[in-house]
């Protein structure tokens, strides 16, 4: 399995859509094998779904993330577990032992209210970007 998580400075980056890098994990028989870390190269929003089928990812842990973005995971068949923070390992290894809080029902609070995520820094909480 593939593991990928949106990734900043060793946390979990609390924007999907905006993401710079995503760390992957390799796991076999419940271990992770492998990771690396990815650049998504500028690409943003509908099309890092693509990019993540592209590094055959079957699972992705993040912060905040739109319902378009959901859609497109799930037409994927790309797992979503939205609404985490911290560190990135630490979120992996909660997985693997069966521990990881997230929210089944995650949103970027901010879409719909008449703007899109390109107009303003989403790390602003006030946005409602965090996921939590």
């Known amino acids: 399995m593939r593991i990928a998580v949106t990734y ?7 924007h999907f859509g905006h ?8 796991v ?4 992770v094998t492998d990771t690396q870390i990815v650049d998504t190269h500028g690409q943003g929003h509908g099309a890092l779904s693509g990019f993540l089928t592209e590094q055959k990812a079957e699972l992705l842990i993040c912060g905040g993330i739109g319902g378009g973005a959901q859609t ?4 994927a068949g790309i797992k979503l577990y939205g609404g985490v923070s911290g560190e990135a390992d630490e979120a992996v290894n909660a997985f693997l032992n069966g521990q ?3 929210d089944a029902d995650v949103k970027c609070s901010h ?8 107009e303003h820094h989403c790390g602003e909480e006030k946005h409602g970007c965090s996921g939590n």
């Open 28 to 31: 076999e028989n419940g271990r």
């Open 8 to 14: 900043e400075n060793g946390m979990i980056f609390q």
């Open 111 to 118: 879409h719909g209210q008449g703007h899109s995520c390109g």
């Open 100 to 102: 990881l809080a997230y």
């Open 19 to 26: 993401t710079e890098q995503f760390k992957l994990y390799d």
């Open 72 to 75: 497109a995971l799930k037409e």
